[in-house]
């Protein structure tokens, strides 16, 4: 079987350049910078995971502008607790671009989902702000799940909050069997399992029970 180097010379390019990006970014964004041959590494398996999953030349780049703005924006709330604007915008402007160029796509729905996912989350954090007293979840976090409506549509948000659920609920639970029971009152950073289920989600699809019907 003919190897296609057209994906492989961008697969190259993506470690190296946004590799050499993400660090970049991240000392602008963050309070340090995540390590150049980290980022590298990162973009390099990224890379690596997404030229064995997408097919088509136009889905492989956009799905890797998809997996660095996650990458840079799940260090950056693991470092410091925030999602800035200076990508979390961009991101819900890509994902409503995406939805325009994409067969079988429609931007006016990956829109109404965006709407959606911010409302959603905002809701959340104000009714959890009110409860306890405290912030559970910032607008970060809404205009990240508003990203990921705009990159994904409505179908497929309910399997990208229970997944993030999930991975939040594991990497407490890790943390206090390892750290001790005081992790269990500690706030994560929201943004890194929320970031890793967009990224699950965009490229395995939603749950079995969300795609039924």
Same mark, same amino acid.
């Given at each position: 079987m003919q190897l296609d180097w057209q994906p492989v010379a #961008?697969?190259?390019v993506?470690?190296?350049g946004g590799g050499w990006l993400a660090a970049r970014a991240t000392a602008a964004l963050a309070s340090r910078p995540m390590p150049l041959p980290a980022a590298m #590494?990162?973009?390099g398996v990224l890379a690596g995971w997404t030229f064995y999953v997408v097919f088509g030349a136009t889905a492989f780049l956009l799905s890797l502008s998809?997996?660095?703005a996650l990458l840079v924006l799940a260090i950056v709330d693991w470092l410091d607790f925030r999602l800035p604007d200076l990508l979390t915008l961009p991101l819900i402007g890509g994902g409503l671009l995406a939805s325009e160029i994409l067969p079988a796509e429609h931007v006016s729905e990956h829109a109404a989902a965006a709407a959606i996912a911010y409302g959603a989350l905002w809701v959340i954090g104000w009714r959890y702000q009110r409860l306890r007293g405290q912030e559970g979840l910032g607008m %970060?976090? #809404?205009k990240l799940?508003? %990203?990921a409506g705009a990159w994904l549509g409505l179908g497929p948000l309910p399997s990208v909050l229970l997944l993030a659920s999930i991975v939040g609920i594991l990497w407490v639970t890790i943390a206090a069997i390892f750290r001790g029971q005081e992790e269990l009152s500690k706030r994560i950073p929201f943004g890194v399992p929320l970031s890793v289920a967009v990224w699950i989600?965009?490229?395995y699809g939603p749950f079995a029970f969300a795609s039924a019907g």
């Amino acid at each position: 079987m003919q190897l296609d180097w057209q994906p492989v010379a #961008a697969a190259a390019v993506f470690t190296i350049g946004g590799g050499w990006l993400a660090a970049r970014a991240t000392a602008a964004l963050a309070s340090r910078p995540m390590p150049l041959p980290a980022a590298m #590494a990162a973009c390099g398996v990224l890379a690596g995971w997404t030229f064995y999953v997408v097919f088509g030349a136009t889905a492989f780049l956009l799905s890797l502008s998809l997996a660095w703005a996650l990458l840079v924006l799940a260090i950056v709330d693991w470092l410091d607790f925030r999602l800035p604007d200076l990508l979390t915008l961009p991101l819900i402007g890509g994902g409503l671009l995406a939805s325009e160029i994409l067969p079988a796509e429609h931007v006016s729905e990956h829109a109404a989902a965006a709407a959606i996912a911010y409302g959603a989350l905002w809701v959340i954090g104000w009714r959890y702000q009110r409860l306890r007293g405290q912030e559970g979840l910032g607008m %970060g976090d #809404a205009k990240l799940a508003a %990203g990921a409506g705009a990159w994904l549509g409505l179908g497929p948000l309910p399997s990208v909050l229970l997944l993030a659920s999930i991975v939040g609920i594991l990497w407490v639970t890790i943390a206090a069997i390892f750290r001790g029971q005081e992790e269990l009152s500690k706030r994560i950073p929201f943004g890194v399992p929320l970031s890793v289920a967009v990224w699950i989600v965009w490229l395995y699809g939603p749950f079995a029970f969300a795609s039924a019907g």
